[in-house]
């Protein structure tokens, strides 16, 4: 085995720099909250699930989509196991997708969602670096108040609930930006310029500089 000598480093995951040059997407129709990728069980979906309750006792609710939870058959029976009878007309648990298609899906959601694990600290998760390069407002419900939050706040992107009171005032404040077209184009334009040193490009030009 060779050491290097070096002490170590942390290098993120990343995100495809060509997810920056996508052509833009409609939203959906139904205002559409976003999780996407395998669900875990050390994350509680239950905090969501009472915002959705709360939103639609406003009458404000939205489409929550688990986008390809539901590759694992146990997972996805977790997931509509926990979700009440009224509110299932407003969720939904689909297979995988192509990586196209699925993109596709990802950029005319309205929110993506983040999903703390549990007490679990230092877990960013391969799709929060998908999220920020989409560029799109992320739900981080509940918040993981560490690694997730600290990038998602430096992005401009973050919406960060510790309990569904949170979360609730939150939707509905999110449901409210998207009247605003142009301030969402300014969150998304702020962001890139904060984003890039996530990509991949950009981790692996530090770890060539690090070890070289």
Request: glycine residues 6%; proline residues 5%; contains cysteine.
């Amino acid at each position: 085995m060779i050491f290097l000598n070096k002490p170590g480093i942390t290098i993120q995951n990343g995100f495809e720099e060509s997810l920056l040059d996508l052509p833009e997407v409609g939203p959906y129709d139904q205002f559409t909250v976003t999780y996407s990728g395998v669900l875990y069980p050390s994350q509680d979906i239950s905090m969501i699930l009472e915002v959705l309750d709360r939103c639609h006792r406003l009458n404000q609710p939205f489409r929550l989509l688990f986008l390809g939870a539901g590759f694992d058959v146990k997972e996805k029976k977790r997931i509509e196991a926990k979700v009440p009878e009224h509110l299932k007309p407003w969720v939904e648990i689909t297979d995988r997708y192509p990586r196209s298609q699925a993109l596709e899906m990802l950029q005319k959601s309205h929110v993506f969602l983040g999903i703390a694990y549990g007490k679990m600290k230092g877990i960013p998760s391969s799709k929060l670096y998908e999220y920020i390069a989409l560029g799109k407002p992320v739900l981080l419900c509940p918040t993981d108040q560490d690694l997730m939050e600290e990038i998602l706040t430096e992005s401009g992107l973050g919406f960060f609930a510790m309990n569904s009171s949170d979360g609730k005032e939150l939707l509905l404040e999110l449901q409210n930006l998207y009247r605003e077209v142009e301030q969402l184009s300014k969150m998304k334009a702020n962001s890139r310029r904060t984003i890039l040193r996530y990509s991949r490009f950009e981790q692996l030009k530090k770890l060539a500089e690090h070890i070289g």
